[in-house]
């Protein structure tokens, strides 16, 4: 659509009309405005998975591997791929915008959501999240480039003032945003945080360099509930306040514009990228996906007259939209829905009414699995010989309950799992033996109730029952659910208290643990026996806190094997404090010593031993960030333990994020698996058994330990965080103070080994070209393989700060035993460019820039030195 119909569109609305629309709707989606023929623009999280509109977990998706998982790849081909299956997911669900990538930069080891972005360097995570973007766009849908700017730690992430050089902010934090736009991406996300004095969802960052200097004409949405004032977000390029209905522009911005605070032009010109957003996702003149299928109903009471929700009040972030506001139509007051007899509904019983991601889509996140695992350390361990095993230990809580997924907003139900446990069973099935063993159990919040451990006391089904009472005590609606982690109960007029009910049959006996999550008053009963009642408050305002992971309250309780329990968790509704309600159970924890002797006695009996451990719930999620790199305890004794049974023992990673490996040298092989998504066990089976080699690659720097760290400051002084790293974060930190980590960036093993025979480049070159450089190396080892060229920049004599060398490009090449190959690498211009403070714009120094190729930043083997001219 040409700017000139978008403006005869815009000149059709009124100020009011205009106004409106700059507001979202609902939680999720924007306003229709019948007058253009625009619908609502659905959106929805998506760097994981597509959830659609509702936390349900009857409406499954498919789950990818974590972003940090995604930026090991180092294959932009396959992240398309990933983007194209996102892009799919998002057209299932009725999906028009899908917020990703997260192009945050791992500045810090410590970060609470590491997981969520891709890579430590601005040029990895450029590249991987324009693959993306053009992955996701391919197909009709918007992608989402957030967190617009230096958003890279948790704590005091609505208000922190980050405070960060114009040199780096540019050559560094801005850096992956200019590559998303390059590739064209169709909405940017401004971030709950401020940088240098000014909130972003009013910073003058939107206008330049985004609007002016690379020409962005999409779409600037605010992060759920960051905007907090009327006119400066107003005035500055700010387009969409999401979400809605209320919010500061709902309620002050007409007035302002009425009133000549904020120019209407401003308005016109955020309707027009509004209008050009919809136009690219096919939600202007035509019917299209703003309408959820039929099948999106769920069997929740609904009741005659105006609503009173809850959950408003002041509360800030995603799900403060009261569904059942105005009108609704139903049974009358008091009447109840029940759950109907007959099959259980199971996850495949999706909202949306449409298939879940089906075979191809499992394909290609296995390839995923196996393609961003990164070989850490090898002692000719792995692969193993599934033809020569006669029994393998799999050892750890995390091989049959792997964290698939980071904590937070982004969460999604996925409809299948496969289990490290799953798939080496699957691998081994009918040639050697499998024996589990969980060993000492690391300490963990209990996890929701689900269909594997209790049942619907209404039908007796696999799952809970959720009811919604009113101030009396009477049920106004109740219906089936598959889980304890109920984020967003469909609540109806009058709605007092959401209550979750289950029978549960202990196959273990002794002290349960058991925990209910929300705020407010709430209690938890055991066969009518009070376990917990009492008042708690709200103490918090992030939204990924009071809407996604509530604090639990604990209590314990003995229980007997065999015996069926009728548990009653009841959660009163308090306005401005959101409405998820969680429940949940926990068996008796083994005893240390005996579970820990159990895994060493199998380890001992096997012929080879993998232990899978990793990070927990208290470790890696949205809203907080780490404080130490320790894996809970006591999963180092466990790996040591068995390493020292078992000489032939491969520890598999299940961490998104930087640990703490003091073992490191004493296994047989170590295989980091990241968060993997659904599909972990069959890709992980297909690296230890050989049938694929590991493809990944660190995205990100590993420090043996946090006091090696560089920069691993998240904690803000007076409100503002500091970054007096500059320009070097990730390896270049660690380059700069001579510091060697546990493993470097860009590291990862294959199956096979490389030698580097010599580098070809241009003596000179012009400055503001791209040079192309060609790397001769041969496959030494005994099998094909894939390897990783990567290629370093140094300017050792530069009048100007530099890193001590920075990471400019990268190729893969693929060879058989034995064979020469040659790998053809294009430097972009950009990669020898600075940005001057003083000219404000882009310069080139010229001079000699060494050329340094390898297997990471600190394995280099093969170098040159190509002069650049001076500027024209």
Not at 198 to 221: Q, R
């Given at each position: 659509?040409?700017?000139?119909?978008?403006?005869?569109?815009?000149?059709?609305?009124?100020?009011?009309?205009?106004?409106?629309?700059?507001?979202?709707?609902?939680?999720?989606?924007?306003?229709?405005?019948?007058?253009?023929?625009?619908?609502?623009?659905?959106?929805?999280?998506?760097?994981?998975?597509?959830?659609?509109?509702?936390?349900?977990?009857?409406?499954?998706?498919?789950?990818?591997?974590?972003?940090?998982?995604?930026?090991?790849?180092?294959?932009?081909?396959?992240?398309?791929?990933?983007?194209?299956?996102?892009?799919?997911?998002?057209?299932?669900?009725?999906?028009?915008?899908?917020?990703?990538?997260?192009?945050n930069l791992h500045r810090t080891p410590l970060g609470g959501r590491h997981f969520e972005c891709f890579s430590e360097?601005?040029?990895?995570?450029?590249?991987?999240?324009?693959?993306?973007?053009?992955?996701?766009?391919?197909?009709?849908?918007?992608?989402?480039?957030?967190?617009?700017?230096?958003?890279?730690?948790?704590?005091?992430?609505?208000?922190?003032?980050?405070?960060?050089?114009?040199?780096a902010l540019r050559e560094v934090y801005l850096a992956p945003f200019e590559a998303a736009v390059a590739a064209g991406?169709?909405?940017?996300?401004?971030?709950?945080?401020?940088?240098?004095?000014?909130?972003?969802?009013?910073?003058?960052?939107?206008?330049?360099?985004?609007?002016?200097?690379?020409?962005?004409?999409?779409?600037?949405?605010?992060?759920?509930?960051?905007?907090?004032?009327?006119?400066?977000?107003?005035?500055?390029?700010?387009?969409?306040?999401?979400?809605?209905?209320?919010?500061?522009?709902?309620?002050?911005?007409?007035?302002?514009?009425?009133?000549?605070?904020?120019?209407?032009?401003?308005?016109?010109?955020?309707?027009?990228?509004?209008?050009?957003?919809?136009?690219?996702?096919?939600?202007?003149?035509?019917?299209?996906?703003?309408?959820?299928?039929?099948?999106?109903?769920?069997?929740?009471?609904?009741?005659?007259?105006?609503?009173?929700?809850?959950?408003?009040?002041?509360?800030?972030?995603?799900?403060?939209?009261?569904?059942?506001?105005?009108?609704?139509?139903?049974?009358?007051?008091?009447?109840?829905?029940?759950?109907?007899?007959?099959?259980?509904?199971?996850?495949?019983?999706?909202?949306?009414?449409?298939?879940?991601?089906?075979?191809?889509?499992?394909?290609?996140?296995?390839?995923?699995?196996?393609?961003?695992?990164?070989?850490?350390?090898?002692?000719?361990?792995?692969?193993?010989?599934?033809?020569?095993?006669?029994?393998?230990?799999?050892?750890?809580?995390?091989?049959?309950?792997?964290?698939?997924?980071?904590?937070?907003?982004?969460?999604?139900?996925?409809?299948?799992?496969?289990?490290?446990?799953?798939?080496?069973?699957?691998?081994?099935?009918?040639?050697?033996?499998?024996?589990?063993?969980?060993?000492?159990?690391?300490?963990?919040?209990?996890?929701?109730?689900?269909?594997?451990?209790?049942?619907?006391?209404?039908?007796?089904?696999?799952?809970?029952?959720?009811?919604?009472?009113?101030?009396?005590?009477?049920?106004?609606?109740?219906?089936?659910?598959?889980?304890?982690?109920?984020?967003?109960?469909?609540?109806?007029?009058?709605?007092?208290?959401?209550?979750?009910?289950?029978?549960?049959?202990?196959?273990?006996?002794?002290?349960?643990?058991?925990?209910?999550?929300?705020?407010?008053?709430?209690?938890?009963?055991?066969?009518?026996?009070?376990?917990?009642?009492?008042?708690?408050?709200?103490?918090?305002?992030?939204?990924?806190?009071?809407?996604?992971?509530?604090?639990?309250?604990?209590?314990?309780?003995?229980?007997?094997?065999?015996?069926?329990?009728?548990?009653?968790?009841?959660?009163?509704?308090?306005?401005?404090?959101?409405?998820?309600?969680?429940?949940?159970?926990?068996?008796?924890?083994?005893?240390?010593?005996?579970?820990?002797?159990?895994?060493?006695?199998?380890?001992?009996?096997?012929?080879?031993?993998?232990?899978?451990?990793?990070?927990?719930?208290?470790?890696?999620?949205?809203?907080?960030?780490?404080?130490?790199?320790?894996?809970?305890?006591?999963?180092?004794?466990?790996?040591?333990?068995?390493?020292?049974?078992?000489?032939?023992?491969?520890?598999?990673?299940?961490?998104?994020?930087?640990?703490?490996?003091?073992?490191?040298?004493?296994?047989?092989?170590?295989?980091?698996?990241?968060?993997?998504?659904?599909?972990?066990?069959?890709?992980?089976?297909?690296?230890?058994?050989?049938?694929?080699?590991?493809?990944?690659?660190?995205?990100?720097?590993?420090?043996?330990?946090?006091?090696?760290?560089?920069?691993?400051?998240?904690?803000?002084?007076?409100g503002r965080l500091a970054y007096p790293e500059g320009l070097h974060i990730g390896h270049r930190a660690w380059l700069?103070?001579?510091?060697?980590?546990?493993?470097?960036?860009?590291?990862?093993?294959?199956?096979?080994?490389?030698?580097?025979?010599?580098?070809?480049?241009?003596?000179?070159?012009?400055?503001?070209?791209?040079?192309?450089?060609?790397?001769?190396?041969?496959?030494?080892?005994?099998?094909?393989?894939?390897?990783?060229?990567?290629?370093?920049?140094?300017?050792?004599?530069?009048?100007?700060?530099?890193?001590?060398?920075?990471?400019?490009?990268?190729?893969?090449?693929?060879?058989?035993?034995?064979?020469?190959?040659?790998?053809?690498?294009?430097?972009?211009?950009?990669?020898?460019?600075?940005?001057?403070?003083?000219?404000?714009?882009?310069?080139?120094?010229?001079?000699?820039?060494?050329?340094?190729?390898?297997?990471?930043?600190?394995?280099?083997?093969?170098?040159?030195?190509?002069?650049?001219?001076?500027?024209?």
């Amino acid at each position: 659509m040409d700017d000139e119909e978008l403006d005869r569109l815009v000149g059709k609305l009124s100020t009011a009309q205009k106004v409106r629309l700059l507001t979202g709707a609902t939680t999720w989606r924007t306003a229709a405005e019948p007058a253009v023929g625009l619908r609502p623009v659905v959106t929805s999280d998506g760097p994981a998975g597509v959830r659609g509109e509702a936390w349900d977990e009857r409406s499954p998706s498919a789950l990818l591997p974590s972003a940090s998982a995604i930026g090991a790849l180092w294959d932009e081909e396959l992240t398309e791929e990933l983007g194209g299956l996102l892009a799919r997911e998002a057209l299932r669900k009725g999906v028009d915008v899908v917020l990703a990538p997260t192009l945050n930069l791992h500045r810090t080891p410590l970060g609470g959501r590491h997981f969520e972005c891709f890579s430590e360097d601005p040029e990895l995570a450029g590249r991987t999240g324009a693959a993306l973007v053009r992955g996701i766009q391919a197909h009709g849908v918007a992608a989402t480039a957030k967190h617009y700017v230096a958003n890279d730690s948790e704590t005091d992430r609505l208000t922190v003032d980050v405070r960060v050089a114009e040199r780096a902010l540019r050559e560094v934090y801005l850096a992956p945003f200019e590559a998303a736009v390059a590739a064209g991406v169709w909405a940017v996300m401004a971030g709950y945080n401020g940088v240098n004095g000014t909130t972003m969802a009013a910073s003058p960052l939107l206008t330049d360099p985004l609007k002016t200097d690379w020409a962005f004409d999409g779409l600037v949405l605010s992060d759920w509930g960051a905007v907090r004032s009327v006119e400066a977000p107003a005035r500055a390029a700010l387009d969409l306040a999401m979400p809605g209905p209320g919010g500061p522009w709902a309620e002050g911005l007409l007035r302002a514009v009425e009133d000549g605070r904020v120019p209407e032009s401003a308005v016109d010109d955020k309707v027009r990228r509004l209008l050009r957003l919809a136009g690219r996702v096919g939600a202007l003149g035509r019917p299209g996906r703003g309408s959820p299928p039929a099948a999106a109903a769920r069997p929740t009471a609904t009741t005659a007259g105006p609503a009173a929700c809850p959950t408003a009040g002041p509360s800030v972030g995603p799900n403060t939209a009261c569904p059942s506001a105005g009108p609704t139509t139903g049974p009358s007051a008091g009447s109840t829905t029940r759950p109907t007899p007959g099959p259980a509904p199971g996850p495949a019983a999706a909202a949306s009414g449409d298939p879940i991601a089906g075979p191809t889509a499992r394909v290609l996140l296995r390839r995923a699995v196996a393609a961003g695992s990164v070989l850490l350390h090898n002692r000719d361990l792995l692969p193993l010989d599934a033809e020569r095993l006669s029994s393998v230990a799999v050892i750890g809580t995390h091989a049959a309950h792997p964290r698939l997924q980071g904590g937070g907003s982004a969460g999604v139900f996925p409809d299948t799992v496969v289990t490290p446990l799953d798939g080496i069973r699957a691998r081994l099935r009918g040639r050697a033996e499998v024996r589990h063993v969980p060993g000492p159990a690391a300490p963990a919040p209990p996890p929701p109730l689900g269909v594997d451990r209790c049942r619907d006391p209404a039908t007796g089904h696999p799952g809970v029952l959720l009811r919604l009472l009113d101030a009396d005590g009477r049920e106004l609606a109740a219906e089936h659910r598959l889980t304890g982690r109920v984020l967003e109960p469909e609540l109806v007029p009058g709605s007092h208290t959401v209550e979750i009910s289950a029978l549960l049959t202990p196959q273990t006996p002794g002290e349960w643990t058991f925990a209910v999550g929300g705020f407010g008053r709430m209690s938890l009963t055991v066969d009518g026996r009070p376990l917990l009642d009492g008042r708690y408050p709200q103490d918090v305002d992030d939204p990924a806190v009071v809407h996604v992971n509530p604090p639990r309250r604990t209590a314990r309780t003995v229980l007997g094997a065999g015996r069926t329990v009728h548990l009653v968790a009841r959660r009163e509704l308090v306005p401005g404090s959101g409405r998820a309600t969680t429940v949940s159970a926990a068996p008796p924890e083994p005893e240390a010593r005996a579970a820990l002797a159990a895994a060493v006695a199998a380890a001992r009996a096997c012929d080879a031993a993998i232990v899978v451990v990793g990070t927990t719930e208290h470790d890696e999620t949205e809203g907080y960030d780490r404080t130490d790199l320790r894996l809970a305890t006591p999963q180092n004794a466990l790996v040591r333990a068995v390493a020292a049974a078992n000489p032939r023992t491969a520890v598999v990673l299940n961490s998104g994020s930087p640990v703490e490996l003091p073992w490191r040298d004493e296994i047989g092989a170590l295989l980091l698996a990241w968060f993997p998504g659904q599909e972990a066990g069959t890709g992980l089976a297909d690296v230890l058994f050989g049938a694929a080699e590991p493809g990944g690659r660190l995205p990100t720097t590993w420090a043996a330990s946090l006091a090696d760290a560089p920069v691993t400051i998240t904690r803000p002084a007076d409100g503002r965080l500091a970054y007096p790293e500059g320009l070097h974060i990730g390896h270049r930190a660690w380059l700069r103070a001579g510091r060697v980590p546990a493993y470097w960036f860009g590291h990862g093993l294959g199956y096979t080994t490389w030698e580097y025979d010599a580098v070809d480049a241009p003596g000179e070159v012009r400055a503001g070209a791209d040079v192309t450089v060609r790397v001769h190396l041969r496959n030494t080892g005994r099998r094909p393989g894939r390897e990783v060229v990567q290629l370093y920049l140094a300017r050792p004599d530069s009048a100007l700060d530099r890193p001590y060398r920075w990471f400019a490009t990268h190729a893969t090449v693929h060879a058989p035993p034995g064979a020469r190959v040659t790998a053809t690498l294009r430097i972009p211009a950009r990669a020898f460019r600075h940005w001057s403070p003083e000219d404000t714009a882009w310069r080139t120094e010229p001079g000699g820039y060494e050329i340094l190729v390898g297997r990471s930043a600190g394995d280099i083997r093969v170098r040159t030195v190509t002069m650049v001219g001076t500027e024209a």
